[in-house]
Each structure stands twice: as C-alpha cells, then as structure tokens.
C-alpha cells in the first residue's frame, strides 16, 4: 500500500480493497521501522491518527466521505495542531502545546485527512539542508549521508520514504522546492496569499507560504483544492476563487510558451544538471510547447535582497520568544534582563541567532533606508523582471538547485549555503507560484525541474507538471531499501 499515490489510495478506499485503519496502521509500521535512518519525524501521533483513520472508516462506510477522506499525511511542524506539541525544530519550542489548529490543519482534519506525525525541519525554517534542527538532521534517503534540503526536508524525506503519501511544507526562499528536488518530490510554492498562513509559526511574513509535497502533480493537486481558499483569520490571504485543480490537469499545452531564463544556465549550475534540465524541456517541445530564451537580468540581486529582508522580518517575528509568555524559559534567573537575554541565548540555535542579529542591525536607526528600505526597492526590480517576461511566455523553465543533494556538513559556510536557493528565492520576492518535479538522477542523486507561473497560475503549473509526469516515469522511483 506504501507506494500507492493518493489518487491511487482514494481508489482503494472508495473499492474497499483496504480500510483506513489498515492504511494509516501500514504508514505507522513504516514510521517505526525505517524514521530510525532519517529522522524526519519530531511527533508521531499514533493514538490520534487511530482515531481519525477509525471516524474515516465510519464516514466511507455511511456516505459522508469526502474525496481525500481516510488518506494519511505528515504535517511539517511549523503548523499549530491543537493538543499536539508545535516545535518548529527549536529548543525554544520543545515544550510548547499548541492550543488551537493552523487553518491548513483545520481543512485537512475536516476533509478526513488522517494525520501521522509532525514532520522535522529546520529551526523556525531557516536553512536549505534541514541540518540545523534542534532534533538533529534530516537525512537523504536517496543517500543517508547527504542532506534532503532545507526546510521542509523531514516532510519530504517521509515523502520519499514513503512513511507518508503526502505531507506539507513551507516555501519562504524555497523551502518545498529545493528540498522536493532533492528527495525526488513534486513540491508546489502557491501563489503569496493563495493558502491562509494563519496558525503557521511566521519567519518572513511578507514571504512564507505553505503548500504540498507529494509523489505527483495529481497527488498535488488534490491536495491544494482543500489547502487554497480565502480565510478571514489571515489579513495576507486572498479572496479569490479557487479553481478545480484536478479538472484542467490533461489540458493540451500545444503553443504553450516556455521562457528558458539564460541567467539559470550560466557558470553557477553543474553540467550534468544543464543537460537533465535541457532534456526535461526537448520532453516539453515534444508535447507541443515552443521554447523561448529569455532573460531575467536581475536575477543576482535575489539573493542579497531576501537575505536583509528575511532576516528583518524574522528579527520582528522572533522577539515574541522573550521566555516569559511561553516556550523555552533559562533556570533561575536574576533577573528580567538575564531571563531574557539567557532565555533567548540558550533557546535558539546558532542559526537562528544570525539571522535575528543581521535583521535587527538591517532594521535599527540610522541603516533602516540603507538596508531594509532599499532591500524592498530591489525587490520590485526583481518582480517586474517576471511582470516583464510573462508579457512574452507562459511560463518559466529552469533548474530548482544548482546541484543534486550535498553532503551532511558540506557546506558549513553560511554563504555558500544561502547560494543553494539562487534558483529559488526569486519566486518570493515576487509572490509568484512555482513547482519543482523530478527530472533526473545524477549518480543517484534526483535533480529537480522548476516551473514558475504568472500570479494565481497553479492550475497550470500542475497541468504543466502531470503532462511531464504522463510521459515519464522520474517521479516513480523509490530509494533502496525503503
């Protein structure tokens, strides 16, 4: 049963060729014998997803179901699940219960959606390796010495296991995608706005957005038809109505045009790559879609913009973790100021600490306009080179990461790991959707295909995505020994 995708579960339930008690026992089983290796899970919710799979049963069988009703998935644990601890991969939150449901949580629990665990992540997502978790590293199960990509890289270490069939991530430079190429995943950033972020613990507000890691397109997009929607509890979510994902799927992309970007193909990204990426497109032009170079040219200014802007908001974002309210608390303090400074000294990791300190020196007096104020300028020079190019293509083509996954430790260097997302950072500081799929094996290592889409496009990135995935079979292999 673990190597069915969703669509293929909802069919099994519905022809009761298997119950979701038996489903979800399947995935719990796996999760004990094989999380051991990969240590993408901070939370297994055995007891509660019992229950779940137990009132899914009762719903198939008295016709209440809905579509995904009984179908198991991890949720990353960034997201608030009420009763369950929340940690956000940190010390700071190691003992915090949260008290209510993220909404994204809320709409899964109410399509029937079993939940299996809390997935392992970066500390409060920040890192493109999942390496800097207070739970210790995620590992690759396509090789366990290397890394599954950062930060959502438990969510998509189970995926690629096949511990979950599905799970949830969060995209705030790249964070569903970098990691989704590295495991072999399709992993979908929607459009800023387009899924409530509310209940979802903020790093960067103006630039985090949740979405789905799954084996396929399909898989994808069912699960975006109950994650998308207007909620009111979140003022960044948009009205907007969302269409039926599933419908346009196997709509023809003949005189599609795809916009290959020149600045994603010069010396920064590994030969072997270019050629698995150029190979993936000549698939494209078979299917009908004509092929335009383009060009993005201030790509290289993404990278130095996100990184004043993120750490701004983060510095803003994190100063609620003071030990007072709740989280992580130092023992026997002197006094207000040493609880706090301990508090938040021996509560966040050092990661973490960069970030917060390079925001708040970007954001104090004096290099406010200098840093913060022309970071947002540069970030409106980065969008409307995207509102210029999809005046000209459909869509946009180019590598997810500039290599297949490194190894644990390799890039201790903060700067060459934040150059890890060149090819992903651009799509949030522009709010844009993009959506990274298998294309490939490099030694045994899966590289990934990123397709970026003009506001509110999903439906035809996924259509873009499940066409691709009908003529190939990339997003079908499983690592040995899982």
């Given at each position: 049963?673990?190597?069915?995708?969703?669509?293929?579960?909802?069919?099994?339930?519905?022809?009761?060729?298997?119950?979701?008690?038996?489903?979800?026992?399947?995935?719990?089983?796996?999760?004990?014998?094989?999380?051991?290796?990969?240590?993408?899970?901070?939370?297994?919710?055995?007891?509660?997803?019992?229950?779940?799979?137990?009132?899914?049963?009762?719903?198939?069988?008295?016709?209440?179901?809905?579509?995904?009703?009984?179908?198991?998935?991890?949720?990353?644990?960034?997201?608030?699940?009420?009763?369950?601890?929340?940690?956000?991969?940190?010390?700071?939150?190691?003992?915090?219960?949260?008290?209510?449901?993220?909404?994204?949580?809320?709409?899964?629990?109410?399509?029937?959606?079993?939940?299996?665990?809390?997935?392992?992540?970066?500390?409060?997502?920040?890192?493109?390796?999942?390496?800097?978790?207070?739970?210790?590293?995620?590992?690759?199960?396509?090789?366990?010495?290397?890394?599954?990509?950062?930060?959502?890289?438990?969510?998509?270490?189970?995926?690629?296991?096949?511990?979950?069939?599905?799970?949830?991530?969060?995209?705030?430079?790249?964070?569903?995608?970098?990691?989704?190429?590295?495991?072999?995943?399709?992993?979908?950033?929607?459009?800023?706005?387009?899924?409530?972020?509310?209940?979802?613990?903020?790093?960067?507000?103006?630039?985090?957005?949740?979405?789905?890691?799954?084996?396929?397109?399909?898989?994808?997009?069912?699960?975006?038809?109950?994650?998308?929607?207007?909620?009111?509890?979140?003022?960044?979510?948009?009205?907007?109505?969302?269409?039926?994902?599933?419908?346009?799927?196997?709509?023809?992309?003949?005189?599609?045009?795809i916009g290959l970007p020149k600045e994603y193909f010069d010396e920064g990204l590994e030969p072997e790559v270019a050629k698995l990426i150029q190979a993936a497109i000549q698939e494209y032009e078979k299917l009908g879609a004509t092929i335009h170079e383009?060009?993005?040219?201030?790509?290289?200014?993404?990278?130095?913009?996100?990184?004043?802007?993120?750490?701004?908001?983060?510095?803003?974002?994190?100063?609620?973790?003071?030990?007072?309210?709740?989280?992580?608390?130092?023992?026997?303090?002197?006094?207000?100021?040493?609880?706090?400074?301990?508090?938040?000294?021996?509560?966040?990791?050092?990661?973490?600490?960069?970030?917060?300190?390079?925001?708040?020196?970007?954001?104090?007096?004096?290099?406010?306009?200098?840093?913060?104020?022309?970071?947002?300028?540069?970030?409106?020079?980065?969008?409307?080179?995207?509102?210029?190019?999809?005046?000209?293509?459909?869509?946009?083509?180019?590598?997810?990461?500039?290599?297949?996954?490194?190894?644990?430790?390799?890039?201790?260097?903060?700067?060459?790991?934040?150059?890890?997302?060149?090819?992903?950072?651009?799509?949030?500081?522009?709010?844009?959707?993009?959506?990274?799929?298998?294309?490939?094996?490099?030694?045994?290592?899966?590289?990934?295909?990123?397709?970026m889409g003009n506001y509110f496009n999903e439906a035809k990135l996924l259509n873009m995505a499940h066409r691709y995935q009908q003529v190939t079979d990339w997003h079908k292999k499983i690592p040995a020994g899982f």
């Amino acid at each position: 049963m673990h190597t069915k995708t969703i669509a293929e579960l909802i069919q099994g339930l519905r022809a009761k060729e298997f119950s979701s008690e038996e489903l979800t026992r399947c995935y719990l089983d796996r999760i004990k014998s094989f999380d051991k290796q990969v240590n993408s899970f901070v939370t297994i919710t055995e007891e509660q997803a019992m229950q779940a799979a137990k009132q899914a049963d009762k719903r198939l069988s008295d016709g209440t179901a809905e579509l995904l009703t009984g179908v198991p998935l991890a949720q990353k644990d960034i997201f608030c699940t009420s009763g369950v601890k929340t940690s956000c991969g940190s010390k700071m939150l190691d003992n915090f219960i949260a008290p209510y449901d993220a909404t994204t949580v809320e709409r899964f629990n109410k399509a029937g959606m079993v939940m299996l665990g809390k997935t392992n992540m970066d500390e409060f997502a920040m890192g493109s390796s999942n390496e800097t978790s207070y739970y210790g590293p995620v590992r690759n199960p396509w090789d366990l010495n290397r890394v599954p990509g950062g930060s959502s890289g438990g969510s998509a270490a189970a995926v690629a296991a096949r511990l979950a069939p599905a799970a949830t991530g969060t995209d705030t430079g790249g964070s569903i995608r970098q990691p989704a190429a590295l495991c072999n995943l399709t992993g979908l950033k929607p459009t800023y706005g387009r899924v409530s972020r509310y209940g979802m613990i903020a790093f960067a507000s103006s630039l985090d957005q949740g979405g789905p890691m799954t084996q396929t397109a399909e898989d994808a997009a069912l699960l975006m038809q109950v994650m998308a929607g207007f909620d009111q509890k979140d003022s960044t979510s948009v009205d907007r109505e969302v269409p039926d994902y599933s419908a346009t799927l196997n709509d023809s992309i003949k005189g599609l045009r795809i916009g290959l970007p020149k600045e994603y193909f010069d010396e920064g990204l590994e030969p072997e790559v270019a050629k698995l990426i150029q190979a993936a497109i000549q698939e494209y032009e078979k299917l009908g879609a004509t092929i335009h170079e383009i060009s993005l040219p201030e790509t290289k200014l993404s990278v130095p913009t996100y990184y004043v802007i993120a750490p701004a908001e983060c510095s803003s974002n994190l100063s609620r973790y003071d030990g007072v309210r709740f989280g992580y608390r130092c023992e026997n303090p002197q006094n207000l100021e040493d609880l706090y400074k301990r508090s938040r000294g021996e509560g966040f990791g050092a990661e973490v600490k960069r970030r917060i300190m390079i925001g708040t020196y970007a954001l104090s007096s004096g290099y406010y306009d200098a840093y913060y104020l022309k970071a947002q300028k540069l970030r409106r020079i980065v969008s409307d080179d995207f509102r210029k190019a999809f005046a000209e293509v459909d869509v946009i083509m180019g590598p997810t990461s500039p290599s297949p996954a490194f190894g644990l430790g390799a890039k201790s260097d903060p700067i060459s790991m934040y150059l890890s997302d060149i090819y992903t950072i651009a799509v949030n500081l522009a709010g844009i959707p993009a959506i990274s799929i298998p294309a490939g094996f490099i030694n045994g290592l899966p590289i990934g295909l990123q397709i970026m889409g003009n506001y509110f496009n999903e439906a035809k990135l996924l259509n873009m995505a499940h066409r691709y995935q009908q003529v190939t079979d990339w997003h079908k292999k499983i690592p040995a020994g899982f």
